[in-house]
């Protein structure tokens, strides 16, 4: 039980940098894309 929640946490954690790392590169590419991406994500959350 503790083996397969501690496997499960690690591949989070792995998707997370995955994410982490493919938005840095949109980001490097399309700095005003990810700019205007983030502020809608920060909209939907403060009006939702």
Do not use: D, W
Not at 38 to 48: D, L, R, S
Request: no cysteine; proline share 2%; charged share 15%.
């Amino acid at each position: 039980m503790k083996k397969s929640q501690k496997a499960r946490k690690s591949i989070i954690s792995s998707r997370k940098l995955e994410l982490f790392s493919v938005y840095s590169i949109v980001y490097s590419i399309f700095p005003t894309f990810a700019t205007h991406g983030y502020i809608a994500i920060i909209n939907t959350i403060a009006f939702t």
